[in-house]
Every structure is written in structure tokens, then in C-alpha cells.
């Protein structure tokens, strides 16, 4: 039996006032669809079909671009004339589907989560349903539909608006997400009609259709209370942030990692941290990042999309797409670029930039040196001010240093070009040629001294700094 998705992503959100579909607005450095998406294969659900609209060319440029587990197709809703319509243009999805069960969300309710699905599935399999509303209690249900619950399931969902008394004191409230039997949704989904002060088609009257032909209905009550949050404004969408950042601070409390002050920190929901690690104040981890064992992540550092090993030592560092292995220390004021690799036992410096490069074992880097587009070996070392030249306005070369090579300070490396193992760069030499193994390099243009010649060439700004302080004593 098939189990498979929908996702219901065609808002536009005007009251975000953004020029994006509001299922792609931001969740701790992620869209809301992502989340859904995350959630749906941690559940093993691999068959998703992404209803679009306001601007769907962005939400299909985000999938081409994701590294999607499962499999995710798109259809286009090009009138927004509600939830029942917006599957209706799933039809044919639903049609390749009728042996199994069809999960439909919402892209912009981020925190459904997979405990939550695969429960559900469990319960809709287990009583043979046609359709399982999942559901949760809250203190405050003002604005959601009630649960009506039976002996043996549920009757319907009752909106806010159209409760009496004793049903607004009811707190199960409608998640907005459902397990349907496909072949039943399929049954009843045509049949519903415009016939609200909105003129659009609810897929809740399908719950009520499918009660009226006799099918099963019953809820599932989820244990996360966030599961029915979602956001219409940028206030909204604030709070969002809020809930998901405490709560995955909260998650990683609990597995033992040490914050010394959670001010500014923010965690993504598919970054993963090792025991023993220490996050400190303004830390930014988010993508696909992974932070191994005893790690100290210090202040102001923003990882992303980067696997950490064990043991590193972090201090202001950006690190983008980019290799950290076993026992590195970097920084401070450090950026690593996209597809740089900086290998066990490191030392990266203050204000350095390394970019699609590899850095060997034990290399040193010490401070304010850019190495782009190089391949360095072990136990090299950096003196302060060395530059890779790796682009000559038109193309990109790379650079190749050896192990054991001594780089001066103020050296440049014109790429393409070799530095062999253990050859030495004399300070302030511009290296064009490459170098054999062992061999010392000095590249220095002879000093002239030309008299008198600053006092012209600055005469105008010397009168200026004359009239603003005076002459000097001399004169």
C-alpha cells in the first residue's frame, strides 16, 4: 500500500508583504515548506506532490535546488479558491495513488513533526478510517475549529465562529492536517461545494461527506503543542522563530550540550551537535551542519551546511559548505568559503579567508592571508600577508604547496603555480614560477630612492596639512 503527501503551498501571504510564496518565509534560516518536507521523510513518506501558486516558479526553484530524499513533484493551482480546491489540482497524483493513504498538510504550519505523522498513519490503519484529523489541545483555541468527538471517533469539525457555548469550551482543536484513504478522498473531493461567505471549497466539508457515507472518522491528538502553528503576518512569523528556537535549544539541553548564554543563538532543525560541545552567545548554526564531540563554538560564529569534527576550537568564524576535521582551531575573524577543506590539527589565524581550498594536517595559517582556489599540504606554514593569486581578471588558477613549505610573510603566489615540499619563500617575494623541492625563492625589485620627489608629488596635501596645524617649527 502506497502512503504518500500533499502539500498545500499556493499562498501568497500579503500581509508578510513579501514578494515570495509565504510557504517559502523563514524558520530559523529555513522556508516553513522545508520543514514540512524534513518532517515528511524523517516519517519514510518518499512520494510528494507540492501544490503551488503565488509565484510558484520560486517554489520550483527551491525544490531543483534541495537534495530531496524523496520523491517530489508539483502541480500548479492558478485560482487560490481554497484548501479543497487546492487539492482537486492534485487529481491525477491522487489518481497514481489509490491503493494507499494520502497525507495533505499545510507548507506554511512548520512544526508538524514525524512522531506526529507516523502516529497518525497508525491510528487512520488500525481503525480502517477514511479520514484521521490529527489535532491539539491548547489553553487558547480562540480562531481554530473544534473536535467533535463519538464513542467511536469523531462526528466533525465545528469552526470557531459557528460554536454554541459548550463547543468554544472544547480545547481539541483542527491541526489542519489529515491522513485521507486515497480511493475515498478521491470519492468525495469533487463533490464539495462553494457555499460559504468566501466562495472557496473546504477540504473539511470532505470530512463531513465522508461521514455521511458512512466512513469512519477519527483524530489523533498530537503530543507537540505547536503542531497547528502558523503564521499571516510578519509578527506571526516572529513567533514562529521564537517557539522553534527555544525549543531547539530546549532538545539540545536536554542532550547534555552546554550553553553559556543562549542571547542570539540559533540552531536549525537539521543541525546536528556531538556531546561534550559548548555553544556560546550569537552562534548561528543552520543547514545541513553537523558539530562533532568536545567542541567549543565561540562567540559570533555562523556555520552553515559544514560538517565539524571532533575537539575544534571556533572563535568568530564563518564557515559556508566547508570540511572542519578533528582537533582544528580558527579564528578569530575568519570566513571559510564554499568546498573548503581544512584538515586534522590546523591552526587558522585571525582575519584569514580561505576559499574552495584544502589545507593540510598540522598546517599553520597565522593571520591576514587569503588562500583561494590551493591544495596545501601537511605541517605548512603561513606568514602574516600571503595571498594566492588565483584570478587574473578573466580566469581562475589553482595554487599547489607541498608539505613541510614555508611561505614568508608577504608572499604571492601567482597561480598557476607549485611550491615543492619543504621549499622556503623568501618575505615579500612575488612568486610566478614554480619552485623545486628544498629550494629557496626570492623575488624582490631593486629599492630606488628618488630625492625630493614625495615633497612635489604631495605638495598640495602638505599646503593642507599646513593650514589645518600650522607650519612645523622647522619652518
Known amino acids: 500500500m502506497e502512503n504518500n503527501v500533499i502539500i498545500l503551498a499556493g499562498g501568497q501571504g500579503k500581509r508578510m508583504k513579501t514578494n515570495m510564496p509565504k510557504a517559502l518565509c523563514n524558520v530559523i534560516g529555513e522556508p516553513m515548506l522545508e520543514w514540512v518536507l524534513t518532517a515528511c521523510e524523517n516519517a519514510e513518506l518518499d512520494d510528494i506532490c507540492v501544490v503551488k501558486g503565488y509565484e510558484g516558479q520560486q517554489i520550483e526553484d527551491y525544490l531543483a535546488a534541495r537534495k530531496s530524499k524523496a520523491k517530489i513533484c508539483t502541480v500548479m493551482q492558478e485560482e487560490r479558491l481554497g484548501t479543497g480546491h487546492a487539492v482537486m489540482q492534485a487529481a491525477d497524483f491522487l489518481k497514481a495513488h489509490a491503493e494507499g493513504n494520502t497525507l495533505i498538510l499545510y507548507g506554511d504550519a512548520p512544526f508538524i513533526d514525524a512522531e506526529t505523522i507516523k502516529g497518525a498513519l497508525e491510528l487512520h490503519?488500525?481503525?480502517?478510517?477514511?479520514?484521521?484529523?490529527?489535532?491539539?489541545?491548547?489553553?487558547?483555541?480562540?480562531?481554530?475549529?473544534?473536535?467533535?468527538?463519538?464513542?467511536?471517533?469523531?462526528?466533525?469539525?465545528?469552526?470557531?465562529?459557528?460554536?454554541?457555548?459548550?463547543?468554544?469550551?472544547?480545547?481539541?482543536?483542527?491541526?489542519?492536517?489529515?491522513?485521507?484513504?486515497?480511493?475515498?478522498?478521491?470519492?468525495?473531493?469533487?463533490?464539495?461545494?462553494?457555499?460559504?461567505?468566501?466562495?472557496?471549497?473546504?477540504?473539511?466539508?470532505?470530512?463531513?461527506?465522508?461521514?455521511?457515507?458512512?466512513?469512519?472518522?477519527?483524530?489523533?491528538?498530537?503530543?507537540?503543542?505547536?503542531?497547528?502553528l502558523g503564521a499571516n503576518d510578519r509578527r506571526g512569523l516572529l513567533a514562529l522563530n521564537d517557539i522553534a528556537r527555544y525549543e531547539i535549544i530546549g532538545k539540545w539541553l536536554d542532550e547534555g550540550i552546554e550553553f553559556c548564554c543562549t542571547d542570539g543563538v540559533s540552531i536549525g532543525n537539521n543541525v546536528t551537535i556531538g556531546h561534550g560541545t559548548k555553544i556560546h552567545s550569537e552562534v548561528i548554526l543552520r543547514g545541513n551542519t553537523t558539530i562533532g564531540e568536545n567542541c567549543n563554538i565561540g562567540n559570533n560564529c555562523i556555520i552553515e551546511n559544514t560538517t565539524v569534527g571532533n575537539g575544534?576550537?571556533?572563535?568568530?568564524?564563518?564557515?559556508?559548505?566547508?570540511?572542519?576535521?578533528?582537533?582544528?582551531?580558527?579564528?578569530?575573524?575568519?570566513?571559510?568559503?564554499?568546498?573548503?577543506?581544512?584538515?586534522?590539527?590546523?591552526?587558522?589565524?585571525?582575519?584569514?579567508?580561505?576559499?574552495?581550498?584544502?589545507?593540510?594536517?598540522?598546517?599553520?595559517?597565522?593571520?591576514?592571508?587569503?588562500?583561494?582556489?590551493?591544495?596545501?599540504?601537511?605541517?605548512?606554514?603561513?606568514?602574516?600577508?600571503?595571498?594566492?593569486?588565483?584570478?587574473?581578471?578573466?580566469?581562475k588558477f589553482r595554487t599547489v604547496i607541498e608539505d613541510n613549505a614555508f611561505i614568508g610573510c608577504n608572499t604571492n603566489l601567482v597561480a598557476p603555480v607549485r611550491v615543492g615540499k619543504g621549499a622556503y619563500t623568501a618575505a615579500g617575494s612575488t612568486i610566478t614560477t614554480d619552485i623545486p623541492d628544498n629550494a629557496l625563492a626570492i623575488e624582490r625589485g631593486r629599492e630606488t630612492i628618488k630625492e625630493g620627489y614625495a615633497e612635489k608629488k604631495l605638495k598640495a596635501r602638505t599646503e593642507k596639512f599646513e593650514a589645518i596645524h600650522g607650519k612645523s617649527e622647522e619652518k
Open 125 to 228: 490503519t488500525e481503525k480502517d478510517c477514511g479520514v484521521t484529523v490529527v489535532t491539539s489541545r491548547v489553553e487558547n483555541p480562540t480562531g481554530y475549529g473544534r473536535i467533535i468527538r463519538t464513542e467511536n471517533g469523531i462526528s466533525g469539525i465545528v469552526e470557531h465562529k459557528d460554536c454554541t457555548p459548550m463547543q468554544l469550551a472544547i480545547t481539541e482543536i483542527n491541526s489542519g492536517c489529515y491522513w485521507f484513504k486515497t480511493a475515498d478522498l478521491l470519492e468525495v473531493l469533487f463533490d464539495i461545494k462553494p457555499e460559504n461567505a468566501q466562495g472557496e471549497y473546504y477540504l473539511t466539508d470532505c470530512i463531513e461527506l465522508l461521514i455521511a457515507k458512512g466512513k469512519k472518522a477519527d483524530a489523533f491528538i498530537s503530543a507537540n503543542p505547536h503542531v497547528a
Open 312 to 395: 575544534v576550537n571556533l572563535n568568530n568564524v564563518q564557515a559556508y559548505e566547508s570540511v572542519i576535521e578533528d582537533d582544528v582551531k580558527i579564528g578569530p575573524y575568519v570566513q571559510l568559503r564554499p568546498n573548503s577543506h581544512i584538515k586534522k590539527g590546523a591552526k587558522i589565524g585571525d582575519f584569514v579567508e580561505i576559499k574552495n581550498s584544502t589545507i593540510g594536517e598540522y598546517t599553520a595559517v597565522a593571520h591576514l592571508t587569503y588562500i583561494g582556489d590551493s591544495d596545501v599540504g601537511s605541517n605548512v606554514n603561513f606568514g602574516c600577508g600571503v595571498v594566492t593569486v588565483n584570478y587574473n581578471g578573466d580566469k
